[in-house]
């Protein structure tokens, strides 16, 4: 049986940008989150021996924090591939200057492009309801700065405001604003497909089957608790100044030694899935 052997084209990651990219709400039964660029990871870890990652996303990050937390940071990293996502929760303010966005977005493009062989932007995605629809404008306007840089400096971009399935609901974690676990998988699948991965699901943009729509008592159940567990203390943290990054760093950078680390998988010799990472200093 003939077998057919594909060199691995990238050996290096780094993940740039806010609570959509530090993986929010695929919570693990420890705590921590495993997003989509986790499991982006985990799938290109698996056909590169001496594959290295790092994660070095914030949740509540604004774009002006990220250019100035985040990409000199990334960008001394030279990884082959740099994924930046960005100035969505910009977007979702009362007061944004989309002018400044578009700015820093820009700036963050210029710093991260030269120091990596790949560079890759989204379209983030959108879930469907009035919400949405409220900052629709400023979405599409940040997602039109997106296209432009990205045909400007040679990115991919990788449209999941597009995708059908992203927009439903059941996607999306109890506080409306996190991918659940099987929108993270599918984020991953766009992601790795976009840079030339084997696909493993070449359908993850499909929508999800029909289904009983919650009657009037459950959805308005579900506001209450959304009120009261996410949208009460989201506007105390606005009307209060504070971030739900305050304090944070992302999950491979060293607040002590002030820099980021890799990790790599365990045991890199083995072919099949990567279940393990080991931290490799700079």
């Known amino acids: 049986m003939q077998t057919n052997t594909v060199s691995p084209p990238y050996s290096s990651l780094v993940a740039v940008g806010d609570s959509f990219t530090e993986g929010m709400s695929d919570l693990l039964p420890d705590g921590s989150y495993r997003g989509w660029a986790d499991l982006l990871a985990t799938r290109m870890a698996a056909s590169t021996p001496g594959f290295r990652y790092a994660n070095l996303a914030v949740r509540g990050k604004l774009i002006g924090q990220i ?3 985040q990409v000199d940071v990334a960008a001394a990293m030279n990884a082959d591939v ?3 996502v960005g100035g969505l929760n910009d977007t979702l303010r009362p007061k944004c200057d989309m002018g400044r966005v578009r700015g820093l977005l820009t700036e963050a493009v210029e710093r991260l492009s030269p120091s990596c062989r790949q560079l890759v932007l989204m379209r983030s995605p959108g879930r469907r309801g009035p919400v949405l629809e409220r900052f629709r404008p400023r979405m599409e306007e940040l997602f039109a700065c997106v296209d432009e840089l990205a045909a400007k400096h040679g990115a991919l971009v990788v449209d999941l405001y597009g995708s059908p399935a ?5 996607l999306w974690d109890v506080d409306r604003l996190h991918l659940t676990a099987e929108g993270h998988r599918r984020v991953a699948e766009a992601v790795g497909q976009a840079l030339g991965y084997e696909p493993r699901d070449a359908q993850w943009h499909a929508p999800l089957p029909a289904s009983v729509p919650p009657t009037w008592p459950a959805r308005r159940v579900a506001d209450v608790r959304f009120a009261r567990q996410h949208l009460l203390p989201w506007i105390g943290r606005r009307l209060t100044g504070r971030s739900s990054g305050d304090g944070r760093t992302g ?3 060293s607040a002590e030694l002030g820099k980021p680390f890799w ?3 365990v045991d890199d010799t083995d ?3 990567v279940t393990d990472w080991r931290r490799v200093d700079l």
Not at 166 to 170: A, I, K, N, Q, T
Request: cysteine-free; hydrophobic content about 35%.
């Open 271 to 273: 072919p099949g899935p």
């Open 263 to 265: 990790v790599s998988p």
């Open 251 to 253: 999950a491979h950078f």
């Open 67 to 69: 250019v100035e937390e």
């Open 82 to 84: 740099v994924t930046l």
């Open 166 to 170: 992203l927009g439903d609901p059941r």
